[in-house]
């Protein structure tokens, strides 16, 4: 007879191997954030991730792929720091000040991320049509919180919400960059394009 122990164990799935997905995925980060996405090859992301080079394609059909995967992720974790600091009723400088807090305090904690996710002419798929490049993502999210504030009174109703909405991350993408690099102080940052894009779409 056999042992009830060696019976459940027969019928139990194997364990499974650690997952390859999050190293492929740790590594792809660590070399797009390096070298940048023209200069990193699956063989690269393989063999960072410790990997033999055909497991990369047991996740991904291509770099591009694996690229997309990596905006994505980018896009996530942003949107968490975005979405942890969003309150209800917030005005629309308190919304636009908020945005550009999270964006320094994300860039902080995760160094070259943004600017890899936002390599535009590199974010085209598989089969060869354009994906839609982050910053626009980004911006069409502005335009659908500028539609919400013009429904509720708290901005101009007179401007196309998809053409302001890119307007305003171009602003603020540009102008957070350009704060990190010239090393300037980040609260005279956010006040004066805080100010600037107020007085623009105030109603």
Known sequence: MSSPIKALDDVRP???KPESLGKIKRAARKLFVERGYHAT?????AREAGLGHGTFYL???DKR???LAFVDDAREELDEYLIARRKPGQ????MIAMALYAIFEYSESHPGVLNAAMTDEAIIDAEGVAAKPLLQRWGADWAKTLQELVADGRADSGYDAEVVGQAILGAIHQTASE???SG???EDVVKN???FLVRALAP
Request: net charge positive; glycine share 4%.
């Open 14 to 16: 194997p364990r499974r």
């Open 41 to 45: 090859r699956p063989q690269d992301i």
């Open 59 to 61: 996740h991904y059909p």
């Open 65 to 67: 792929a694996c690229f």
């Open 91 to 94: 005005t629309l400088e308190q």
């Open 179 to 181: 704060g990190a690099r």
């Open 184 to 186: 300037r102080n980040r």
């Open 193 to 195: 394009l805080t100010r």
